[in-house]
């Protein structure tokens, strides 16, 4: 079963607005991970935040996490054209050797 | 580093042939692990191996999936006999436990069963 849902499904801006993805998740985790996809490639992950850590950022990424409500968001802002892709959450339990659970994931379409 | 790197990147087959995807992990990272994206079910994870042993393969569909990771810098996902309902893309990725926990992908392989 997925441990992450992400909200919205899919999300259409214009260049210059900001995004903002949801996740929920449902058991305690070690820490949370957002990961980007462009079509047709792989993974590649953006950033990690720890279950005792509220807020990071890295460069136009702001995540943050609730671990009381076991939600996250992310958001880019001054979103770009080449920001189109789709964006999932992964959850990491401890003892789990690194595995990860992905969420379904936000399509981001960014119009010039 | 090259990065994970997966071959072939895609691959037609008919129904009833096995299939066999290979992938090298990332040099010094210990941990492997297969998934399978399908517009459907989204990213599943089929197995990971940690150290080259198999920790978690509950994710294998059925007997049909099997996968080996005989050495630290190889390991195979191989379909026998394919189905069309196998049709999706197929990640290999690697990690070093005990590292940031990030996850590398590689490209992928598009396997297409007719």
């Known amino acids: 079963s997925q441990q992450g849902e992400e909200d919205p499904q899919a999300l259409s801006i214009q260049e210059g607005e900001n995004a903002t993805m949801n996740c929920s998740y449902k058991?305690?985790?070690?820490?949370l991970q957002w990961y980007r996809q462009n079509s047709g490639r792989g993974l590649v992950h953006l950033i990690l935040?720890?279950?005792?850590?509220r807020e990071k950022h890295s460069g136009r990424l702001r995540v943050t996490l609730d671990t009381s409500k076991k939600s996250s968001s992310l958001l880019i802002t001054a979103s770009r054209a080449a920001d189109t892709a789709s964006y999932f959450c992964?959850?990491?339990?401890?003892?789990?050797?690194?595995?990860?659970?992905f969420g379904a994931g936000t399509r981001l379409a960014v119009h010039p | 580093d090259a990065g994970v790197i997966q071959s072939p990147r895609h691959e037609v087959t008919e129904m009833g042939q096995e299939v066999t995807l290979r992938c090298k992990p990332i040099s010094g990272h210990n941990s492997l692990f297969w998934y399978r994206q399908t517009m459907m079910r989204g990213l599943e994870l089929l197995i990971y191996?940690?150290?080259?042993?198999?920790?978690?393969d509950s994710g294998m569909p059925e007997d049909r999936f099997s996968a080996k990771m005989p050495n630290a810098s190889f390991s195979t996902l191989k379909i026998q006999p394919s189905e069309p309902r196998d049709s999706a893309v197929y990640f290999c990725a690697s990690s070093f436990v005990g590292g940031s926990n990030e996850q590398f992908f590689g490209p992928g392989t598009r396997l297409t069963v007719l």
């Open positions: 191996f940690n150290n080259n042993v198999p920790i978690d």
């Open positions: 935040i720890r279950s005792n850590e």
């Open positions: 058991t305690s985790i070690n820490n």
């Open positions: 992964a959850t990491s339990q401890s003892g789990g050797y690194n595995k990860l659970i």
